[in-house]
């Protein structure tokens, strides 16, 4: 081998969310992992607003407790806004009914991700940063290592799995030509943070995440420490070849009264940013020696907030995977073949979430429609709709989730078998068939 090969179980490309779980699920199951990482952390990252399924996911990795001590804001609900009216629709988290998580939080992603993969790297993962992986190491058709740049010296790692987790950058799904754009949701953000914010200025509830809609996209408000917020305007491609991005942005964010009102007097901390090339997704999302988790084989439009749990989920489920694999080699394609599985299920149940908001300005004829007015006054007080809001993406209980599916306009995925069960709530699920069934 060459002078500077190492060869390791797995090697991991990407810090952020997925790739730290995956990698802190493998260094606890014994394996030896590196991760390279392309960026020095904490380093800036759009999505700071998270669904209270991600704290099991956090809960099953082995860090919610810390998470807990970070001083994030509590995220309790969800504000729903509409122009300059004053009527909202806010979804309270507790509507998801007893023994699930109830708050989640608010934060500043270059924090979280920093923690997590310092974490990862606690839990024996070596974690190398400003490392610029160059190439896939091949043989025959399977993935065998990476080509990579630290310090000004070329290097390789082989390793018996590589876990993309590199995102919108990612390597294998560029090498392998693998993804696929969404084109119903060419959208592109215009963002940035404020700081000053004053919390007895918001109209609603203190921590809570705001979705404003207006005529040319919706807004986003999301409160990442008690006085910043990150402020971001959704916006059609045409829309912003219109006009000034910051501009833009003032503008939007001056359509909707209940974000205005709660952003009033605060100053920018940050230049405003752009996110285009927006959504897109792989029908592929392993193969022989490689699999993709988190962003790198999907994003959709982030009005759900689901980005981070997807990817913590999605990094456990590779990292329990490979780890099956590695103990277990005839398996490897079964193992695979149940991943792919998993991941579609969850982006694809997100994907109709985001599809039903679209299309479907009246959601509670929309349920009237599929037969689930019966199971709450409104979207708001409906328990499967709340839940499915929460991250309720892989239980085939969830009534929504049962019509969803059903409607093929909002098909992303080619045909493939569905996961029904969710990996975190499973015996409460469980428990709650063997209850008598409540209107």
Request: net charge negative; proline share 4%; aromatic share 10%.
């Amino acid at each position: 081998m060459a002078e500077n090969t190492e060869v390791v179980d797995v090697v991991v490309i990407g810090a952020g969310p997925a790739g730290a779980a995956a990698a802190a699920t493998l260094a606890k199951a014994g394996r030896s992992v590196i991760v390279l990482e392309r960026r020095t952390f904490p380093r800036f990252h759009i999505g700071e607003s998270m669904v209270p399924f991600v704290n099991a996911a956090f809960e099953k990795l082995g860090i919610l407790d810390r998470l807990k001590q970070q001083g994030y804001v509590a995220k309790h609900g969800a504000e729903f806004c509409q122009g300059e009216e004053d009527e909202n629709v806010r979804v309270s988290f507790t509507t998801q009914g007893p023994g699930r998580h109830h708050v989640t939080f608010q934060v500043e992603r270059a924090h979280l991700d920093n923690m997590l993969i310092q974490f990862a790297g606690e839990c024996g993962a070596r974690v190398i940063h400003e490392a610029t992986v160059h190439d896939l190491i091949t043989e025959g058709d399977r993935v065998v290592g990476v080509r990579y740049e630290h310090d000004g010296t070329a290097r390789e790692v082989r390793a018996q799995y590589v876990l993309d987790a590199g995102g919108r950058a990612s390597k294998i799904a560029k090498a392998f030509r693998l993804r696929k754009p969404v084109d119903r949701l060419k959208m592109v953000a215009v963002f940035r943070h404020l700081k000053g914010i004053d919390e007895a200025r918001n109209p609603g509830f203190e921590g809570d995440i705001q979705v404003g809609a207006h005529e040319d996209g919706w807004l986003w408000a999301i409160p990442i420490w008690p006085d910043t917020m990150s402020v971001g305007a959704v916006m059609p491609q045409q829309v912003l070849r219109s006009g000034d991005p910051a501009a833009l942005f003032d503008e939007h964010v001056s359509r909707v009264r209940r974000v205005r009102e709660r952003v009033a007097g605060a100053h920018p901390v940050s230049d405003v940013q752009i996110e285009t090339d927006y959504c897109y997704y792989s029908d592929q999302v392993a193969g022989p020696g490689w699999f993709l988790a988190g962003d790198a084989g999907c994003f959709f439009d982030p009005i759900f907030s689901g980005g981070v749990y997807l990817a913590t989920s999605t990094g456990i489920r590779a990292g329990e995977s490979i780890d099956a694999a590695l103990r277990e080699p005839l398996r490897a394609e079964e193992l695979q073949n149940e991943y792919q599985r998993f991941y579609k299920t969850g982006y694809d149940m997100y994907a109709r979430l985001i599809y039903m908001y679209y299309e479907e300005p009246d959601p509670d004829a929309y349920l009237a429609s599929v037969g689930l007015d019966d199971c709450g006054d409104a979207f708001a007080s409906n328990k499967w709709v709340v839940r499915f809001l929460c991250g309720d993406f892989f239980n085939a209980r969830n009534k929504l989730a049962q019509e969803v599916v059903k409607e093929r306009r909002w098909d992303t995925f080619a045909p493939f078998e569905r996961v029904s069960e969710c990996p975190y709530y499973a015996e409460l699920n469980e428990a709650e068939d063997r209850e008598p069934v409540e209107a």
